[in-house]
Nanobody, 125 residues
Framework: QVQLVESGGGLVQAGGSLRLSCVAS????????MGWFRQAPGKEREFVAA????????YYVDSVKGRFTIFRDNAKNTVYLQMNILKPEDTAIYYC??????????????????WGQGTQVTVSS
């Protein structure tokens, strides 16, 4: 069992930055790939970024490439999402998730095993 707790959300003006953190319980964090997803009001959950267990592979949705960076610190059981040049369309609840499967990482939400409770990010124009 892995429990995930996100933090770092808040209200920021367009063009600003936020860093989200996701802390995992347990001693198996480094065996999981991690992902960030988001869900805006009235919209379906959307994949944002993923990172493999060692941090050597990452993948991003096109809309955040060049602005967001996912990275992890396995010694701290933590995965981060650095978000720069934020736009109003980035407003959503952001969730982290843990995946352990045959692929080094995945963009598919149903393939993730554990989810956090989410943290709200609001970008004002």
């Amino acid at each position: 069992q892995v429990q995930l707790v996100e933090s770092g959300g808040g209200l920021v003006q367009a063009g600003g930055s936020l860093r989200l953190s996701c802390v995992a319980s347990g001693r198996t964090f480094s065996s999981y790939a991690m992902g960030w997803f988001r869900q805006a009001p009235g919209k379906e959950r959307e994949f944002v970024a993923a990172i493999n267990w060692s941090g050597t592979m990452t993948y991003y949705v096109d809309s955040v490439k060049g602005r967001f960076t996912i990275f992890r610190d396995n010694a701290k059981n933590t995965v981060y999402l650095q978000m720069n040049i934020l736009k109003p369309e980035d407003t959503a609840i952001y969730y982290c998730a843990a995946y352990r499967g045959p692929s080094p990482l995945t963009t598919r939400g149903p393939e993730y095993d554990y989810w956090g409770q989410g943290t709200q990010v609001t970008v004002s124009s």
